[in-house]
């Protein structure tokens, strides 16, 4: 019998995340502890670009997107927002979407499912993924149960399960 096998990946979808922005675009708008302050939050190429009146409203506006983001099933892991900027009378931030596993990371899980998870199972990386391949499914699936256990600092999906 052949292998079994299963990607590791962190992508974000993007039109998931264009919707929370468009929710929360819609929400500064009509919201009224936010009328007056000019919060907005917008696509800036890549990036995502808030900006407001106060650093408060700025972080309020961020919460709400965050909220945006989790009610649409994306990971706050995923996303790399930095620290609010003076930017004359208004405040700025711009976030990132993180994705794709970086060598560090796909090495680093590999060592976890090498030293932690059952005998038989190889990890071996592909480009920004990894590939988790074993004779049993049921090894498999305590590789997935040991990496959604483990307290990881990037968004992990599990995909291509054959």
């Not at 003076?86 to 990371?105: C, M, N």
């Not at 796909?106 to 976890?112: R, T, Y």
Request: hydrophobic share 35%.
């Amino acid at each position: 019998m052949a292998d079994s096998s299963f990607d590791i990946v962190s992508k974000v979808d993007r039109q998931e995340v264009d919707n929370a922005l468009n929710q929360t675009a819609k929400e500064l708008s009509q919201r009224f502890d936010f009328k007056g302050t000019g919060a907005s939050i917008a696509w800036s190429g890549e990036r995502i670009a808030m900006s407001a009146g106060s650093e408060e409203r700025l972080k309020a506006a961020l919460d709400v997107f965050k909220e945006k983001l989790i009610k649409r099933g994306i990971s706050l892991k995923a996303l790399d927002a930095g620290e609010p900027q003076a930017s004359g009378k208004e405040y700025k931030l711009t976030a990132d979407l993180k994705q794709g596993i970086g060598q560090e990371d796909a090495k680093k899980l590999g060592k976890i499912i090498r030293d932690e998870g059952p005998k038989g199972v190889k990890a071996q990386v592909q480009g920004e993924e990894l590939r988790v391949s074993s004779k049993s499914r049921d090894d498999l699936q305590a590789v997935i149960s040991l990496l959604k256990g483990k307290d990881l600092d990037i968004a992990l999906q599990f995909v291509n399960y054959r």
